[in-house]
């Protein structure tokens, strides 16, 4: 503690390290290496790193996605999609991003109480982001 403020605790997968097989934290999680199985970290965010790779469904409070996801989201708040991201699967969250150079192959769904699978705004897309409006 340096002030009275805590410094929040995170977990970082690196580069080198591939997993298989489910992660359930309570923490934030970076993911630079690669991880094929379902992560739970409903409190916290997820952040897959621009070398990072992703294969399975998220629940988290956020989601940025600058490497590789192909799989399902589920975010309390919010997903951001950077220009380095490929993204393919089904995004549920309150609000979302894509930046300008994105591949994003997706079915999303928007609401106030999401995520849940009825009552949101749903759009479909599938191409690479060029453009946003």
Do not use: C, W
């Not at 790779?53 to 600058?66: D, F």
């Not at 995004?91 to 930046?99: D, G």
């Not at 009552?119 to 479909?124: A, E, H, I, L, V």
């Amino acid at each position: 503690m340096k002030n009275g403020i805590t410094k929040e605790e995170k977990t970082a997968i690196s580069h080198s390290t591939t997993i298989v097989g489910n992660i359930k934290a309570e923490e934030h999680l970076i993911i630079n290496g690669t991880v094929r199985g379902n992560i739970q970290i409903k409190n916290y965010s997820l952040f897959i790193g621009p070398n990072g790779k992703l294969e399975g469904e998220v629940h988290a409070q956020n989601v940025r996605v600058r490497g590789q996801m192909r799989g399902e989201i589920n975010a309390k708040v919010k997903v951001e999609i950077t220009k380095e991201a490929d993204f393919s699967g089904i995004i549920r969250s309150k609000s979302i991003s894509v930046e300008k150079g994105a591949f994003f192959d997706a079915s999303v769904e928007l609401g106030r109480g999401l995520p849940k699978t009825e009552g949101g705004q749903k759009t479909s897309s599938k191409t690479a982001v060029t453009e946003l409006g």
